[in-house]
């Protein structure tokens, strides 16, 4: 956390120095270049550097909002600046009326600039994680895999999948609303990446669907992390009185003797044979 919030106000002067560097040189260029050299040279294109870097803080601050009030905001003090700068150039020769409607026009750019580069940046951030828990995406985990069952080819260990369903979803949705459906999804995410090691992979595929990709893992590991996950979903879906479970399917595999889709598949389809044997 104290690494996030110095990474945080990092930006921040990163930011603050940029306005102030291309700020300062421009009234420079403007103030003591001469007039004939001046008015051929323009720094204010700059001025979309700190735009575009608070769009990426925006963005990662934003948590699941695409709007953000901090690109309207900056986007203002920019053209604050950049129109101050200019009449401090020429002061007391520059005309107020000209002062407010560089303000306004250039308010409404950065701030338009801002937005599209805030909707950019989460879609980046969020096209391998998801954007409800934080666990990878299908095409994250797709890579994953492919990169796994290279990687078991040449050790010769074996490689596992786990796929997650949760029982009686949509009927605790349907009765308690999708708010609590949300914190259930949240708490099983939450689940998964405790219960496995930095080098697993954890997945939300959609709705209530959960992968664990395992690499170097094997039958016997598997079921020690299976029951390891359902206790634990267990207890903690019990403590909120929530009217639901899990069941997990899973496939250990070599190499590259299976497609990744197809070893996905094969996990799914031994979800539901275990969620079969509950009934």
């Not at 102030?20 to 103030?31: D, P, Q, R, T």
């Not at 604050?80 to 020769?93: G, K, N, Q, R, Y």
């Not at 219960?195 to 992979?201: E, T, W």
Request: with cysteine.
């Amino acid at each position: 956390m104290a690494k996030q919030k110095l990474a945080f106000y990092g930006r921040i002067l990163l930011v603050a120095a940029e306005v102030v560097l291309i700020s300062f040189s421009g009234y420079a260029l403007g103030k003591y270049l001469p007039i004939e050299w001046a008015s051929y040279i323009s720094l204010d294109v700059l001025y979309c550097l700190p735009i575009i870097q608070t769009a990426r803080i925006a963005a990662i601050r934003a948590a699941r909002r695409y709007d953000t009030q901090t690109s309207t905001i900056v986007g203002i003090a920019l053209a604050l600046v950049w129109s101050s700068t200019e009449m401090a150039i020429t002061w007391p020769d520059f005309p107020v009326f000209a002062f407010v409607l560089n303000v306004f026009t250039r308010s409404i750019v950065f701030t338009v600039i801002g937005r599209v580069m805030i909707k950019l940046w989460r879609e980046r951030e969020y096209a391998r994680k998801d954007i409800l828990t934080g666990l990878a995406t299908r095409l994250e985990l797709l890579d994953r895999l492919s990169i796994e069952q290279g990687r078991s080819e040449r050790s010769g260990r074996p490689y596992s999948l786990l796929f997650i369903d949760i029982d009686q979803f949509k009927s605790m949705n349907d009765r308690f609303g999708h708010q609590i459906g949300d914190e259930a999804l949240r708490v099983l995410a939450e689940i998964l990446m405790g219960s496995s090691r930095k080098v697993d992979v954890a997945a939300r595929l959609g709705g209530d669907e959960f992968v664990l990709l395992l690499p170097d893992t094997d039958d016997r590991s598997c079921d020690t992390l299976i029951n390891r996950i359902n206790a634990s979903s267990t207890q903690a879906f019990q403590e909120r009185s929530w009217p639901i479970s899990i069941s997990i399917g899973r496939t250990t595999h070599l190499g590259k003797t299976k497609e990744v889709e197809m070893v996905i598949g094969l996990a799914d389809k031994n979800m539901y044979e275990a969620k079969k044997m509950k009934q």
